[in-house]
């Protein structure tokens, strides 16, 4: 073989196996590249699945938050009519009943509150590209603050409403401890009332008994008339016209009239004749006789002698 021949085959192999190895560093290099760009790959897909699925809960999350805001709206517009109700100016009992919805509106409110605020920070933590869905979320969390304010505000109504239903509570009970004072002090004001109606019973009773005493001795009888009339009834005797019989006392009651001789000082016989005899006799300066009348002068000497007196009147 000539020497030129035995170089160019030297040369064509030193190519042959340079170019072997140029393709086989090409070939791993576009094999690594590959892997790079597979695993790139996976890490989109994943993320986009992560990203869709994220959408889907957000949307699922707003609906929620949605939801929520609307259960607290309802409760609102039930405790502001609980809280303008005519009943609330009732009594106690109304009052409390009232007070107890308005607490449960309260709580339910607040629970719906911080699920909603819970709502919005897992919101945060979504990874949304989607301006729409960005301001919708922006829009849940304005209200979301906002009605926290209107659960602040209601909050201390119903605050206000409890602490005057708690003032009218203890001036309740302040005045069920003076009501229970003042009827203790009235039944033993009734108690000595009622001993002193007793006493008071007993002491008319007795005046009555005294009045009644009183009354039977201020009565007088009287009997009027001539001899003959006198005779008849039993008054006066048969024997003397000065004399009375045993019984004349009894008869005058019978026959004559009863008087008052503490409101009477003057005894009518009438006029037909005049009265010349008083019977039984007594002080004579103790009356004066004006023809068919007798005039007690001295009410008490003349009425000492004798509580029944007799006037003979002549024919």
């Known amino acids: 073989m000539k020497l030129s021949n035995v170089v160019l085959l030297v040369v064509l192999v030193g190519i042959f196996f ?44 707003l609906n929620s938050i949605e939801d929520t805001l609307r259960t607290i709206a309802n409760n609102e517009k039930e405790i502001q009519r609980l809280t303008q109700q005519k009943e ?21 409110n607040e629970a719906a509150k911080d699920a909603a605020k819970k709502m919005q920070k897992r ?7 989607n301006q729409q869905l960005k301001k919708m979320i922006a829009q849940a969390e304005t209200r979301i603050i906002e009605k926290e304010e209107d659960l602040k505000e209601a909050r201390t109504i119903i605050d206000d409403m409890e602490l005057a239903l708690a003032k009218m509570e203890g001036q309740l009970t302040e005045k069920s401890g003076q009501l229970d004072d003042a009827y203790k002090d009235l039944q033993e004001r009734n108690a000595a009332l ?16 005294k009045n009644d005493f009183i009354d039977e001795q201020a009565k007088a009888y009287v009997a009027c008339g001539d001899k003959r009339a006198l005779r008849k009834a039993g008054i006066l005797s048969k024997t003397s016209m000065k004399k009375l019989t045993k019984t004349y006392q ?32 007594r002080d004579e300066s103790s009356y004066e006789i004006q023809g068919g009348v007798l005039v007690v002068k001295n009410s008490k000497v003349f009425w000492a002698t004798d509580k029944t007196v007799v006037l003979v009147k002549n024919n």
Not at 123 to 129: A, F, G, L, N, V
Not at 259 to 281: H, M, R, S
């Open 18 to 61: 340079s170019s072997c190895n140029n393709y086989q560093e090409q070939y791993e290099a576009l094999v690594e590249k590959n892997a790079a760009d597979q695993k790139r790959l996976h890490e989109l897909e994943e993320e986009d699945r992560l990203v869709r699925g994220e959408y889907s809960l957000a949307i699922e999350t």
């Open 88 to 108: 609330f100016s009732g009594n106690l009992s109304q009052r409390q009943a009232i007070i107890a919805k308005l607490q449960a509106l309260r709580d339910a």
């Open 123 to 129: 919101m945060r933590s979504y990874q949304i590209e």
């Open 194 to 209: 009622t001993e002193t109606n007793e006493k008071l019973a007993t002491t008319i009773a007795d005046l009555e008994t």
């Open 250 to 281: 009894q008869s005058v009651r019978e026959n004559g009239d009863e008087i008052d001789y503490f409101n009477n000082d003057q005894i009518d016989c009438g006029a037909d004749g005049e009265i010349i005899y008083v019977l039984p006799l």
